[in-house]
């Protein structure tokens, strides 16, 4: 039992140690081609500025408040689901340029691929909230319920991206070519913008609301409203995912990891073969 125990704590070292190593891979091949990690940098400024000053005009916060409060909780979530979109395209220029054949001939742990793409993808992520949040600030955004609630609220945003990253180095794996990842990536814009992230929910048809509120998006921007002391935090007679929108979260999250972790290491090791 004593030797059993001790190979898989061997076994966990040699993932831990070679998916740091990944991850090292990983964030020297950003500084390689700093366009692509100075166009992640942008582009969450880009979206406050657009979604806060032009169409921050013409929409009406429920209860009231000032719109960019409103929005910036739903920007937060929509840069989190963008890992979906950046691993997939990542993973599968990976396998189309044959990178990861070479992995799976090198002496390293099989799994340690996918944890290095989900730890990098967390590490960048960060550093895009960071200039999100600054941007936000800078338009008048601000949390209101102190450094604990404003604490929780971003651990909700890194957790779920992180079981999102798993999702991604799935579908990468399974597209396994760079241009079809590419042009899967516009399919997922729906998939943030039927939300409440932008708007409320309440003049969408029925059916479009069902699917906006149940939305995992939803529910981590109604927790960042809520955990954040913003304007449109849900109240009344909503649906579950709204009215407990953190554990909302956190099952979604768990969820996620339970599915995608243990595919995501049995397509890369069968994909070789």
Same mark, same amino acid.
């Given at each position: 039992?004593?030797?059993?125990?001790?190979?898989?704590?061997?076994?966990?070292?040699?993932?831990?140690?070679?998916?740091?190593?990944?991850?090292?891979?990983?964030?020297? $091949?950003?500084?390689?081609?700093?366009?692509?990690?100075?166009?992640?940098?942008?582009?969450?400024?880009?979206? #406050?500025?657009?979604?806060?000053?032009?169409?921050?005009?013409?929409?009406?916060?429920?209860?009231?408040? %000032?719109?960019?409060?409103?929005?910036?909780?739903?920007?937060?979530?929509? /840069?989190?689901?963008?890992?979906?979109?950046?691993?997939?395209? $990542?993973?599968?220029?990976? *396998?189309? $340029?044959?990178?990861?054949?070479?992995?799976?001939?090198?002496?390293?742990?099989?799994?340690?691929?996918?944890?290095?793409?989900?730890?990098?993808?967390?590490?960048?992520?960060?550093?895009?909230?960071?200039?999100?949040?600054?941007?936000?600030?800078?338009?008048?955004?601000?949390?209101?319920?102190? /450094?604990?609630?404003?604490?929780?609220?971003?651990?909700?945003?890194?957790?779920?991206?992180?079981?999102?990253?798993?999702?991604?180095?799935?579908?990468?794996?399974?597209?396994?070519?760079?241009?079809?990842? %590419?042009?899967?990536?516009?399919?997922?814009?729906?998939?943030?913008?039927?939300?409440?992230?932008?708007?409320?929910?309440?003049?969408?048809?029925?059916?479009?609301?069902?699917?906006? %509120?149940?939305?995992? #998006?939803?529910?981590?921007?109604?927790?960042?409203?809520?955990?954040?002391?913003?304007?449109?935090?849900?109240?009344?007679?909503?649906?579950?995912?709204?009215?407990?929108?953190?554990?909302? /979260?956190?099952?979604? *999250?768990?969820?996620?990891?339970?599915?995608?972790?243990?595919? *995501?290491?049995?397509?890369?090791?069968?994909?070789?073969?």
């Amino acid at each position: 039992m004593t030797a059993l125990t001790a190979s898989r704590v061997g076994r966990l070292r040699w993932t831990f140690t070679d998916g740091l190593t990944l991850i090292g891979r990983e964030l020297g $091949r950003l500084r390689q081609e700093p366009g692509g990690l100075i166009a992640a940098l942008i582009f969450p400024a880009i979206m #406050v500025l657009l979604f806060g000053y032009v169409f921050g005009s013409a929409i009406q916060v429920p209860g009231g408040g %000032d719109y960019r409060e409103y929005l910036m909780p739903g920007l937060f979530s929509m /840069v989190t689901f963008s890992a979906v979109m950046g691993v997939m395209v $990542r993973v599968a220029a990976d *396998s189309s $340029r044959g990178v990861m054949d070479r992995f799976r001939s090198m002496p390293m742990a099989r799994s340690a691929v996918p944890f290095g793409q989900t730890g990098a993808d967390l590490l960048s992520g960060l550093l895009a909230m960071t200039i999100m949040v600054g941007a936000g600030l800078l338009v008048g955004w601000q949390p209101h319920r102190g /450094v604990l609630a404003a604490a929780e609220a971003f651990l909700l945003l890194v957790v779920l991206r992180y079981a999102l990253s798993w999702m991604g180095v799935y579908v990468g794996l399974a597209v396994r070519s760079e241009e079809v990842a %590419d042009q899967m990536v516009p399919l997922f814009l729906p998939f943030t913008m039927i939300s409440n992230s932008f708007v409320p929910t309440d003049g969408m048809p029925a059916w479009l609301r069902f699917l906006a %509120d149940w939305n995992p #998006v939803s529910a981590l921007t109604a927790a960042n409203r809520e955990l954040f002391g913003n304007p449109g935090a849900p109240s009344g007679d909503v649906a579950w995912p709204l009215a407990h929108p953190v554990a909302a /979260v956190l099952l979604w *999250s768990a969820a996620l990891l339970v599915v995608f972790v243990p595919l *995501s290491v049995r397509a890369h090791n069968r994909s070789g073969r």
